[in-house]
């Protein structure tokens, strides 16, 4: 065991889920998300072992890494790494230089590796190489530990939720180092050297970034739905290239997600949307402006909400099945979805997947109303055919500093 030394970080951020607009998001259409109470740990602790050790306890990973390996990285001279680099500005990173970089190193760190264990190193690699240059402080050796309650690859928001946590806790340590060593730099201005348990509104804006630049890597894509509401955490609407707005809603949401238990690939999904939309533009554009509408009808009918009847549920139910039956449209159901759809309806529970779909899970809004023995009894039913599902609360905190 690594000898434990001088600064200490714990980071949490939660995963999320999407109750409308997943796909037509990327096109620049208005979707609605909510963060999930599972969440995505990460202890940062300083050693004195010349390693980075990491562990990333989801995929069974344990791995050291020389730090002198770390520096070589950005060792930036000769190479265009930066170009006129600011903390705040993650896009001026040349991401594909450091990239290849990354993975070069990691052929030879793990060489039998399946790419999932290599996505989630390269992304944690990437955000410490570019998060550190620019604040001059220099990498020393440390045990970073991640585990999250959350599912991987089902679409409740893993690889952002695993951003975010990364890149708070990456936030919090220069804090930490910045103020101990009163080291200048450009970032010390920025950074809010604090000993609160809170991120500023400047600080929570630049960790979005930071992570969805990291979900590049994963998703291709992102719309940046995921690691903003990771970021933010509550029940927000969402357009790319804006900030989310939260849903001040009278009464918490609860949601019953069903674990399909068939993995999917984002990056996938999101390319076979496109490839349709090519081959079909106005189908698939029609059918992209219908769910526009159904989110706008969705805020609508979340806004109204006041927690005295079940009213506001029939429309989000009705907006729930129109939603999925679009989502078929664009070709990333799956069976194993419809059959859970199917089970759900003959109870007036209305499910539709969520995230990228072609697996992952389903989710249904829970009424009110409804009696803890009927959806007991979903439950069971659900089990009888192998689903496993939870019940859940929607909009919780947050990034979050422990
Ligand atoms: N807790 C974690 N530890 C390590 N890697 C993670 C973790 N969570 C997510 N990842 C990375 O993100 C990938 C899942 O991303 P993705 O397919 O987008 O699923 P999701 O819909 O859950 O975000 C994993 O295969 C892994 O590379
Ligand atoms: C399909 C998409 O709208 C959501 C993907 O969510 P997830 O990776 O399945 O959690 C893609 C995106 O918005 O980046």
Known sequence: MPQKFNHTVKVSAPGKVILHGEHSVVYGKLAIAASLGLRTTLNLNETKTDNLHLHFDNLKLKLHIPIKKIKALFDVEGIPLVSSY??????????????????????????QEESNVKLAVSTFLFLVCGMLIPSKVSLQSMEVSINSDLHLNSGMGSSASFGVTIVGSLMQYLKLKLKTA????????????????TFSDDELRCISMWAFHAEKIIHGNPSGIDNSTCTYGSVVEFRKGEEPKPLRL????????????????????????????????????????????????????????DG??????????????MNQNMLRILGVSHDSIDEICMVLSNFGLHGKLTGAGGGGFVLAI???????????????????????????????????IH
């Open 86 to 111: 600011n903390f705040s500005k993650p896009e001026c990173i040349n991401q594909d230089v450091l990239l290849e970089k990354i993975n070069l190193l990691l052929k030879e760190l793990l060489p």
């Open 182 to 197: 009163k080291e200048q730099s450009d970032s010390y201005d920025f950074l809010r050297c604090c000993e609160t348990g």
């Open 250 to 305: 009278g009464k918490q949401l609860k949601a019953m997600l069903i674990d399909t238990k068939v993995p999917k690939n984002t990056k996938a999904l999101v390319q076979k949307v496109l490839d349709t939309k090519l081959r079909f533009p106005t189908i698939i554009e029609n059918t992209l402006d219908s769910m526009e509408v159904i989110s706008n009808l969705a805020v609508k009918t979340l806004k109204a909400m």
């Open 308 to 321: 005295k009847n079940d009213k506001q549920f029939h429309i989000l139910g009705e907006l729930a099945d």
């Open 366 to 400: 829970v009424p009110y109303s409804i009696e803890a023995a009927v959806i007991q009894k979903v439950q069971d039913l659900l089990q009888a055919k192998n689903y496993d599902s939870w019940i859940l609360d929607l909009g919780g905190p947050g990034v979050m």
